[in-house]
């Protein structure tokens, strides 16, 4: 089984919709990550958590809320969908005890297309 | 503001042709530098990690080495299933990677 699962997998929703994002992990991380990549833009931060009481913003968190459930569950929610939201979305997760502190894991992704 | 630009934005070789792709940063503080790799429909592969100017790693056909402004990936006689995006991303703190676009490398058998 996969350490990150997102779902959907794949999401097509209409304008002005509100449209949830699932990310679970198994790896037993206290970090997850939102991110969206776009054609040419490469990857962008949406929202972080360091613990289920920590949540941040990142640099594009406008028009996007997020909940972190559990340590294991953090989802991503577009309150009013909108044509400008189509992209991949990515979870991601990190352990800032490990050896490898810094490095980042991320799920399948979640193509999300706002008609 | 952290930046990365890696270039070329494509790349077609092939088979047992060695290249390299270029990962160009400006960091208020490296952290560390990362290459992912992507397949098409899935999400970024860990690849490796530089943390200090002169580092080098090395994996299969892949070797990652790291100035103070830039970090090459060296793909030496790649093969077909070498084929997908290469991500650079560079850290500064404690949480946030910078990601340049991507180079999306086609090797043909």
């Known amino acids: ?115 | 503001e952290d930046q990365v630009t890696q270039s070329p934005e494509a790349l077609r070789l092939q088979e047992g042709e060695s290249s390299s792709l270029n990962c160009s940063y400006t960091v208020s503080g490296l952290r560390g530098l990362f290459w992912y790799r992507q397949d098409p429909g899935k999400g970024p592969e860990f690849l490796f990690t530089l943390y200090s100017a002169g580092e080098e790693k090395e994996k299969e056909r892949l070797k990652a080495t790291l100035t103070k402004k830039e970090s090459f990936l060296h793909i030496t006689a790649p093969k077909p299933e070498d084929s997908a995006t290469y991500l650079c991303a560079v850290q500064s703190n404690d949480y946030k990677l910078s990601f340049g676009a991507g180079t999306t490398v086609t090797v043909r058998a």
């Open chain 1, 1 to 115: 089984d996969a350490d990150v699962t997102q779902t959907p997998r794949n999401r097509i929703t209409k304008t002005g919709k509100r449209i949830m994002l699932e990310c679970s992990q198994t790896k037993g991380h206290d970090r997850m990550y939102w991110y969206r990549q776009d054609p040419g833009l490469g990857l962008r931060l949406i929202y972080y958590s360091f613990d289920v009481k920590d949540i941040n913003k990142g640099e594009i968190s406008d028009g996007y809320s997020v909940s972190r459930q559990a340590q294991a569950k953090f989802s991503l929610s577009l309150e009013s969908a909108i044509p400008n939201q189509t992209a991949l979305y990515f979870c991601a997760t990190s352990d800032p005890h490990g050896v490898n502190s810094y490095e980042q894991y991320f799920g399948p992704g979640t193509r999300l297309t706002v008609t």
